[in-house]
């Protein structure tokens, strides 16, 4: 059983940077793949990024892609994602998520595909 952890959201306001982290605990961190997805309020859960269970390998929704960085330190059961010139279409509750699959085509990006999930945390940009 995984538990997840998010933190780092908060209120910056547009062209600013954030750091969200997510803490896993009791599981075997390094042989899960793991993910960020989010939620605008009336919105579905949309992904955004995704990491294998190595590091090597990401993925990035074409909306954040050259703004949002993936990154996980298995070392420190950790994941991250660094958000540079954050817009106010980036404002939503972003989720942490990891499983033990492997993921064959874009099926990384559905969220149904991840078994553990952390609570949450807002990130708000302000215009």
């Known amino acids: 059983q995984v538990q997840l952890v998010e933190s780092g959201g908060g209120l910056v306001q547009a062209g600013g940077s954030l750091r969200l982290s997510c803490a896993a605990s009791g599981g075997t961190f390094s042989s899960y793949a793991m993910a960020w997805f989010r939620q605008a309020p009336g919105r579905q859960r949309d992904f955004v990024a995704h990491v294998r269970s190595s590091g090597r390998t990401t993925y990035y929704s074409d909306s954040v892609k050259g703004r949002f960085t993936i990154s996980r330190d298995n070392a420190k059961n950790a994941m991250y994602l660094q958000m540079n010139s954050l817009k106010p279409e980036d404002t939503a509750v972003y989720y942490c998520?990891?499983?033990?699959?492997?993921?064959?085509?874009?099926?990384?990006?559905?969220?149904?595909?991840?078994?553990?999930w952390g609570q949450g945390t807002q990130v708000t940009v302000s215009s």
């Open positions: 998520a990891a499983d033990s699959r492997s993921y064959y085509g874009d099926s990384y990006r559905t969220p149904t595909n991840y078994h553990y």
